[in-house]
């Protein structure tokens, strides 16, 4: 059986955390992927690719709540234009991908291998797929190094984001078998 998800009925989020000698001065930030395509072939295989060009700025985050007066909007605008020409270079690497080399099932989802291709850079991957209430999603911890991304810093180092990002993934009931 075949499974298409997109923006429409899924969601994925990327969370950035602050570290530095003046991280207080700085903000955690929730982003999202506003264009993005996952097919599954269930149970086999798992395709994905991700338009990195939309990823935007959602919120400043404090302690994991949305903070939405706690930026300006030069500040947010600054702050987009930062991840897509200095991190992402989506001019050159508009398009994440990834392709699963590997799918079993567990109690209560999926463990999912494969290769993920962000900023010209593949690297082996690999994550969990949960089920609650016939909802799926995931959560996956990624090293910018890893795919040579510099994480982004200002006042020479005195405030930057930390190397590992958390992405989180989530589809509502359409159908899947359950586990």
């Given at each position: 059986?075949?499974?298409?998800?997109?923006?429409?009925?899924?969601?994925?989020?990327?969370?950035?955390?602050?570290?530095?000698?003046?991280?207080?001065?700085?903000?955690?930030?929730?982003?999202q992927?506003?264009?993005?395509?996952?097919?599954?072939?269930?149970?086999?295989?798992?395709?994905?690719?991700?338009?990195?060009?939309?990823?935007?700025?959602?919120?400043?985050?404090?302690?994991?709540?949305?903070?939405?007066?706690?930026?300006?909007?030069?500040?947010?605008?600054?702050?987009?234009?930062?991840?897509?020409?200095?991190?992402?270079?989506?001019?050159?690497?508009?398009?994440?991908?990834?392709?699963?080399?590997?799918?079993?099932?567990?109690?209560?989802?999926?463990?999912?291998?494969?290769?993920?291709?962000?900023?010209?850079?593949?690297?082996?991957?690999?994550?969990?797929?949960?089920?609650?209430a016939?909802?799926?999603?995931?959560?996956?911890?990624?090293?910018?190094?890893d795919?040579?991304?510099?994480?982004?810093?200002?006042?020479?180092?005195?405030?930057?984001?930390?190397?590992?990002?958390?992405?989180?993934?989530?589809?509502?009931?359409?159908?899947?078998?359950?586990?």
């Open positions: 059986m075949m499974f298409k998800f997109t923006e429409k009925n899924a969601e994925c989020l990327i969370f950035t955390l602050k570290e530095g000698v003046f991280s207080s001065m700085a903000h955690d930030l929730k982003l992927v506003k264009r993005f395509e996952i097919e599954v072939d269930h149970p086999h295989a798992i395709r994905a690719m991700f338009d990195a060009r939309s990823i935007t700025l959602v919120s400043a985050l404090k302690d994991g709540e949305e903070q939405p007066l706690a930026l300006k909007e030069k500040d947010r605008v600054q702050i987009n234009e930062n991840l897509q020409h200095q991190v992402l270079e989506t001019a050159h690497f508009p398009t994440i991908r990834f392709q699963s080399s590997e799918v079993t099932t567990e109690t209560h989802g999926y463990k999912v291998k494969g290769q993920l291709e962000l900023k010209g850079q593949r690297q082996p991957i690999g994550f969990s797929i949960t089920e609650h016939r909802a799926y999603s995931s959560e996956i911890i990624l090293n910018q190094k795919f040579g991304i510099q994480p982004f810093s200002a006042l020479m180092g005195a405030i930057r984001v930390r190397p590992d990002v958390r992405i989180r993934i989530s589809v509502a009931d359409v159908g899947l078998p359950s586990t």
